[in-house]
Structure formats: structure tokens, C-alpha cells
């Protein structure tokens, strides 16, 4: 059997991105964020986030304390009724990162490598899937993954929004819910 997920982005759509979050009193919620994957998890679907994280690359923070992080954000959704079933991330820059991380990467956004694993890893259909992001590369992963619904959380408009099919701007979390319902934005 097959499921359909709802994609989140990190840094801009589950936390207001102040540049290389790693630690918890750094994290503001995007306001109807817990909403928004509570009504997800009712709905039975998988939410998984899919976020670059160039910080690990770049030294600035370690693979351990993004891992801890994330468990403490995955805790304060299951407080407000959520569940994150996966958190997949890539910690990789062609350019500017450490050794170690410096090289194009099949999982760094805008290429689909981690929505491609969740597939795989969770048994997931991605044409009936939902992405929200905040950021054209985000979409284009989506796309390049054959991802449904592709969503750019942009409300202050700064991004063009790619002429395709499957493809929307909200100003606001819960609009998505309506696409979870089928019913588009």
C-alpha cells in the first residue's frame, strides 16, 4: 500500500529560517505550522521534512546537534497532535563546505535524492503528494521527484512561480490543508 506525504522544507516553513538553526532557543514556529501537520497526521498522511543543511558543511554546527534538534521539533509536534515520520536532510555544498562535504550532492535540493530515499524508505506516492517550500529549488526537487503538488510558502511574493502544473503560491500554513483534502488551495 501506498501513501501519500506531505513534504515540508525546514528553515522558512517549519522554523523562521535566522540562518543555520541548530540549536532549540534559536526556533521560532511559523505561525500554523502545528496546524497544519496535525491535520496531516489525522488525515493519515506521512509528514516528512526534506532540508538542506550547508551548516553541518560548513562547520558551523555538527551532525549530532542537527540530529538533536530535530528529535525536540519532532517532540513539540507530537505535543500539538503531529507526527514527523522522517526527517531527511543533506548536509553537502559543492563549493562552500568543508572538505569532507564539498561536492554536488544527488540529495542537495534542487536535485530530488531525499524525496527519491522517502519514497523508497516509506513506500510513499509521490504523484499524490504535496511539497511546501519556500524556495524555487525546493519546487524543482519536487518536480525533478514527480511530486504531485508543489506549494511555495511565499508571502511577501519575492519568488516567480514556475508556469506548471501542479504548481501554487500561499501566503499562509493552513491553506495547505485544502490540497490535503484534494481540494487545492
Given at each position: 500500500m501506498t501513501v501519500r506525504a506531505l513534504f515540508?522544507?525546514?528553515?522558512?516553513?517549519?522554523?523562521?529560517?535566522?540562518?543555520?538553526?541548530h540549536r532549540p532557543d534559536?526556533?521560532?514556529?511559523?505561525?500554523?505550522?502545528?496546524?497544519?501537520?496535525?491535520a496531516a497526521t489525522?488525515?493519515?498522511?506521512?509528514v516528512v521534512v526534506v532540508t538542506n543543511q550547508s551548516g553541518i558543511g560548513r562547520?558551523?554546527?555538527?551532525e549530532d546537534e542537527f540530529r538533536d534538534l530535530s528529535e525536540w521539533m519532532r517532540a513539540r509536534f507530537a505535543e500539538n497532535g503531529g507526527n514527523i515520520a522522517a526527517v531527511y536532510h543533506c548536509p553537502h555544498?559543492?563549493?562552500?563546505?568543508?572538505?569532507?562535504?564539498?561536492?554536488?550532492?544527488?540529495?542537495?535540493?534542487?536535485?530530488?535524492?531525499?524525496?527519491l530515499r522517502a519514497r523508497d524508505d516509506l513506500g510513499l506516492d509521490l504523484a499524490g503528494s504535496v511539497l511546501?517550500?519556500?524556495?524555487?529549488?525546493d519546487l524543482e526537487a519536487a518536480c525533478r521527484a514527480g511530486v504531485g503538488a508543489r506549494l511555495l510558502f511565499d508571502p511577501e511574493g519575492?519568488?516567480?512561480?514556475?508556469?506548471?502544473?501542479?504548481v501554487a503560491r500561499i501566503r499562509a500554513l493552513p491553506e495547505v490543508i485544502g490540497w490535503l483534502d484534494?481540494?487545492?488551495?
Open positions: 515540508l522544507d525546514r528553515d522558512g516553513v517549519i522554523n523562521v529560517d535566522h540562518g543555520y538553526v534559536q526556533v521560532d514556529f511559523v505561525p500554523g505550522i502545528f496546524e497544519l501537520v496535525a489525522t488525515r493519515h498522511w506521512s562547520g558551523y554546527y555538527g555544498h559543492p563549493r562552500d563546505a568543508l572538505p569532507d562535504y564539498r561536492r554536488a550532492c544527488p540529495d542537495r535540493k534542487p536535485e530530488p535524492g531525499m524525496l511546501v517550500g519556500d524556495r524555487p529549488s519575492r519568488w516567480p512561480l514556475p508556469d506548471e502544473a501542479g484534494g481540494g487545492g488551495g
